[in-house]
DNA sequence: CGAGAAACAAGAGCAGTGCTCTCATTTGTT
DNA sequence: AACAAATGAGAGCACTGCTCTTGTTTCTCG
């Protein structure tokens, strides 16, 4: 809470921008070796267990020097969990605008599902601090959310693409009013223009299953649940997010 | 690795049954003692974070004393989820057995899934550790993998017998020889004499599918991925389940 | 340039952890 | 009654997050 005596965050109002002294870029530098050194801990270590005492040997400094930097575990949880969310938003983001063919939807979102994947099993610590058991006891601040969003922004993107385009998708089984129970998601797309009004609830329903799934098939693959059902989980999950591309009317490019 | 000095664990061979003494009693209630109070502290702690002295001071005892019951915490860890998923599976089976109509297999798809949500929202702590991210260094022994299998032995039989009733589910999108992705599955439940050798491979990816949708949908909820989209979590997931069972071409009773 | 302030690194220390060892006590068997 | 096994308690080791104090380095400003 208190946050010891950290320098000026940032320069007062109407102040021109100073020059980096050598403290700053020293300590943005050591910033950095910190959380390096945690990512890498965090790797075999889980959230809870990550030993800030581990890490401060591991850049070389003793552990009340850490302190200097992050007030806490806690804010150092922060800091990696901003850190990863943007990692992974920022490849997902990359693979799918790399799909030249902006028309084809399959591919764009084929290419932003491969690239979680690929993010995650590159980075089991950091997945599972992302998306596995929450820490006990610490609340993610405000400052995650954002982060956190850039995957279904993108998946969002590919989606209502592909229905101005005119792609449908099957009937849901019952005739339900299920708008309300979405309403979140709906605001949420509209909020950052990704969604006209007309948009049907059963495509946000859909959507909201796919990004599930997706997520759901990761997590049991690295935490071990699809050991013995499924041999080679990069085919398994080629063959989900086609499955799911299909359920959501999502048409190959012509 | 070394069990201290275990009572012995079986009656030697050929032995009559002998009366329970008052010690092995008093062990069992002592053994339960500590096993409640673990679960009850997993509620607010997690897996990696349990204490085992904290466990030990609520039920009364020194430290040292939990360690004639369980030989370390990995230990103690073991059989808290081998608890947790014969409580889990007997609540699952129990539901699926409680639906009268056997040949209403939507009913039955439902009543087992809901029961998964109903136990994993009233046991958040034992749910994460089960489908959570797993504690590092620690690695699940071989007793734990047929109490977990039992949700999943429930569901394959409903979608087993929905199949033989004649259930049709649409065509894959590709044609795929996707049968060795998933001939683990597909073993498993032969050996259980839940699948006949017909069974088509799109039904068991489907099934995987909608298993790892329905955990990857309850782990969000508990985890907070579907604050903000979602506003009620359990309408929502009974549109998924819904949802799940019409893509397995599960129909409405007749 | 040189003084004062700010930032920093190191160490000691506190309360907690898993786990081991020793020792006294209780219980069951012969 | 005698002996062995099982049990509980305590001290102790190495570790943890975190705080506080002390000495040193770096920046800023008169």
């Known amino acids: 809470m208190t946050p010891v005596d950290h320098p000026a965050p940032a320069a007062s109002p109407a102040s021109p921008p100073r020059a980096r002294t050598v403290r700053e870029r020293a300590r943005e530098q050591i910033t950095a070796e910190i959380l390096t050194a945690a990512r890498i801990r965090l790797t075999e270590s889980g959230p809870g267990e990550l030993s800030l005492r581990a890490v401060a040997r591991d850049v070389g400094m003793v552990s009340s020097a850490v302190y200097r930097y992050f007030a806490s575990r806690d804010e150092l949880?922060?800091?990696?969990?901003?850190?990863?969310?943007?990692?992974?938003?920022?490849?997902?983001?990359?693979?799918?605008?790399?799909?030249?063919?902006?028309?084809?939807?399959?591919?764009?979102?084929?290419?932003?599902?491969?690239?979680?994947?690929?993010?995650?099993?590159?980075?089991?610590?950091?997945?599972?601090?992302?998306?596995?058991?929450?820490?006990p006891g610490y609340a993610a601040p405000q400052v995650t959310v954002e982060p956190a969003t850039r995957v279904i922004v993108v998946i969002l993107g590919i989606v209502m693409d592909a229905t101005a385009a005119g792609s449908r998708m099957p009937e849901p089984p019952g005739s339900g009013d299920d708008a309300p129970v979405v309403a979140g998601a709906i605001g949420f797309a509209q909020e950052r223009g990704l969604m006209q009004a007309e948009a049907p609830t059963e495509l946000v329903v859909r959507t909201l299953m796919g990004w599930t799934t997706v997520f759901g098939t990761i997590s049991f693959e690295l935490f071990g649940h699809l050991v013995g059902s499924v041999s080679r989980a990069d085919d398994y999950f080629e063959i989900v997010i086609d499955r799911l591309a299909a359920d959501l009317g999502l048409t190959e490019a012509d």
Chains 1, 2 share one sequence.
């Open 77 to 135: 949880l922060t800091a990696l969990l901003v850190l990863a969310y943007d990692e992974l938003g920022a490849a997902v983001e990359q693979a799918e605008a790399a799909v030249t063919d902006r028309h084809d939807v399959v591919g764009r979102w084929r290419a932003a599902w491969l690239a979680v994947r690929g993010w995650a099993v590159a980075h089991p610590g950091d997945y599972a601090l992302l998306y596995g058991s929450p820490v």
